[in-house]
């Protein structure tokens, strides 16, 4: 079986990620002989070499933009709108009369579409007629807030799937509200290969703190500062964060001057981007993910997985992974519950910091890459027959 896979635009974060490694996976079992669709060279590029993965690069463009982070971009972005939307036409109608020259479509038996924000795939499934399949990894409105070129997305997204996988139930049930056919959404979790079983030592009268994900206003950042600013002086004292991520250097500006502010300075470390954490991670004791609405959460897994103590809002499919036994769920935008929880833990004994994460470790397990690999095989065999 030879399955196409159309990469998001975008190559450094969890979707990008959770797509090489089914691809991988895949690849390794000998279950599907995987090719990577590929806007232009980059960190996929890279890895899909090392891993001995065809792929095929290809400028495209998605049919979404973001609506802006600031008042003039919104207003730049919307007097634009017409010429973006227009470059996407553009754009994607001179990859499709380019493709023919890089690929044999008429050997490909199942297109599969990384992002909900790439429609280039369903393009593809419609002029060769070759079954599509639809990954929905984001909200698009209430977290990234996208603004869609074609008014009638939601039908378009139908006609031209035969099957979508929601990478969780909030997921799922969004795009059900929002019109989407319910006969065509399987919810797939995705899934982590590693899971560290190990004598788990926590730090002795302070807290390591860790925030993986990209700085963006929706990872909500922001929250962990307003709580944290509202403990007391001699537990504040013995806390320590670190982010790692990317983001706009506009953000980040933001949550900096927020932290000078508050005379956090101390408290708080900027890291940028890292593409293994593996062994820095078990040197934290708490894990943290304080997003507007995490359409999954890979890093809520990952914490968890590598027993430390998780704490999530309650919001999106967060709540569908943290459970009251393997973590603390706070209520979003409420700084004084999470600084609570924070201050919980501070002054826990370590015999129920270990309990919470072994628990944490073993609700990690039903998250595994195996068992997300073997759903989506059985999904790819439905749209075969």
Not at 72 to 86: A, C, E, G, T
Not at 204 to 211: G, R, S, T
Not at 215 to 234: C, N, R, T, V, W
């Amino acid at each position: 079986m030879k399955v196409l896979f159309v990469a998001n635009i975008g190559q450094i974060g969890g979707a990008t990620n959770c797509l090489f490694t089914l691809a991988n996976s895949l690849n390794k079992a000998k279950k599907i002989e995987p090719i990577i669709l590929i806007s232009k060279k980059g960190n996929l590029t890279n890895m899909c070499d090392k891993a001995n993965i065809k792929y095929i690069i290809l400028k495209f463009d998605a049919f979404v933009i973001n609506e802006g982070s600031t008042k003039i971009k919104k207003i730049i972005k919307k007097f634009l709108f017409p010429i973006f939307k227009l470059r996407n036409i553009i754009l994607n109608k001179a990859a499709l009369n380019k493709i023919d020259n890089l690929i044999d479509m008429n050997e490909i038996d199942i297109i599969h579409t990384n992002v909900n924000r790439d429609n280039f795939g369903a393009t593809l499934s419609k002029k060769y007629n070759i079954p599509h399949v639809w990954h929905l990894r984001e909200f698009g409105d209430i977290d990234y807030k996208c603004l869609y070129y074609n008014k009638n997305y939601i039908n378009y997204m139908n006609q031209n799937t035969d099957y979508f996988i929601s990478v969780s139930n909030a997921i799922r049930n969004n795009f059900i509200i929002k019109g989407l056919d319910i006969n065509k959404i399987y919810t797939i979790y995705d899934g982590i290969s590693k899971f560290s079983d190990y004598d788990k030592k926590f730090s002795k009268n302070q807290l390591k703190i860790l925030f993986m994900g990209g700085i963006q206003e929706s990872k909500g950042q922001i929250q962990l500062i307003e709580a944290l600013h509202l403990l007391s002086s001699d537990v504040l004292k013995n806390i320590k964060v670190d982010f790692y991520g990317n983001g706009s250097l506009e953000y980040i500006k933001k949550l900096k001057e927020k932290i000078n502010e508050y005379k956090l300075n101390s408290v708080f470390k900027f890291n940028g981007y890292s593409n293994n954490l593996n062994k820095e991670i078990k040197k934290y004791d708490i894990g943290i993910m304080c997003s507007k609405c995490e359409a999954f959460g890979m890093v809520t897994i990952e914490y968890m997985a590598n027993k430390l103590i998780t704490i999530v809002s309650n919001t999106g499919a967060s709540p569908e992974i943290v459970t009251s036994k393997s973590g603390f769920i706070y209520e979003y935008n409420n700084y004084q519950s999470l600084a609570n929880i924070i201050k919980k833990i501070y002054y826990m004994d370590e015999i129920t910091k270990k309990e919470i994460s072994n628990n944490a470790f073993e609700r990690s397990k039903y998250f595994s890459e195996e068992k997300t690999i073997e759903n989506i095989l059985k999904l790819y065999k439905k749209v075969i027959k």
